[in-house]
């Protein structure tokens, strides 16, 4: 079971480029999220999914996008980088309905210039 | 809204030292309380849980006991290791469909052989 895989490991962008974070779980989750973490702040939600075809915005969604075609899959869209959204990103999956907890993956180191 | 407070740190302990980071919570009805740790350079991994009042969630030697009267959940260890060092995270999520989970800061530990 590789659980929740997010790739790239590292970003560097230019202020103004757009990206997509990729995150993929093999655990048959209903539940998805994107988190940011900052320091002095902990994990902030940025999108949440409950099922395929279903995103909802958490916290602090400007600047970014979010679908989910399948169950597996969860990408995160930059649309036009700033330097404010220099942060660790994580991606996590849950089971579903009831108090499982999150697997969360190993995360994406982004810095915008 | 939901808030769990839980000091920044470091702490810093020797090694077998007996460990205690605090958790606070704010929240509406009887949330479900998670304590996550973070290594270097990865993800935050469930460590343990605790579902309901009086519950106590334990593994790897680590425990905490869910105390609806002072709203708290304190993060305990009798001996902790070198291995031990990390970044702690108290958490807390609602019932009932999807499980928004409010983080607290993070409390980072350095134990020191």
């Known amino acids: 079971n590789a659980g929740v895989t997010q790739t790239p490991k590292f970003q560097v962008l230019k202020t103004g480029q757009s990206m997509t974070l990729q995150c993929a779980q093999d655990?048959?989750?209903?539940?998805m999220s994107w988190y940011r973490q900052d320091p002095g702040m902990g994990l902030r939600l940025i999108h949440y999914?409950?099922?395929?075809?279903?995103?909802d915005q958490g916290e602090v969604p400007n600047g970014y996008n979010v679908s989910r075609s399948t169950t597996e899959d969860f990408p995160l869209r930059l649309l036009s980088a700033a330097p404010s959204q220099t942060s660790v990103y994580f991606c996590?999956?849950?089971?579903?309905?009831?108090?499982?907890?999150?697997?969360f993956g190993s995360g994406t180191r982004l810095t915008v210039v | 809204g939901n808030s769990v407070t839980q000091m920044e740190g470091p702490v810093t302990l020797s090694e077998e030292a007996f460990l205690t980071i605090n958790c606070t919570y704010t929240?509406?009805?009887?949330?479900?309380l998670f304590w996550y740790v973070q290594y270097p350079g990865e993800g935050l991994q469930l460590l343990l849980k605790?579902?309901?009042?009086?519950d106590k969630g334990s593994n790897k030697g680590f425990e905490a006991t869910y105390r609806k009267e002072t709203t708290s959940f304190h993060l305990e260890k009798g001996s902790v290791q070198v291995s031990d060092s990390a970044v702690y995270f108290c958490?807390?999520?609602?019932?009932?469909?999807?499980?928004?989970?409010?983080f607290g800061i993070g409390t980072k530990l350095q134990v020191i052989p």
């Open positions: 996590a999956s849950s089971p579903g309905r009831g108090n499982y907890g999150y697997t």
């Open positions: 655990m048959n989750h209903e539940y």
């Open positions: 999914s409950v099922g395929a075809g279903i995103t």
């Open positions: 929240a509406t009805g009887y949330p479900s």
């Open positions: 605790a579902t309901k009042a009086d």
């Open positions: 958490a807390l999520s609602n019932s009932g469909g999807y499980q928004k989970v409010t």
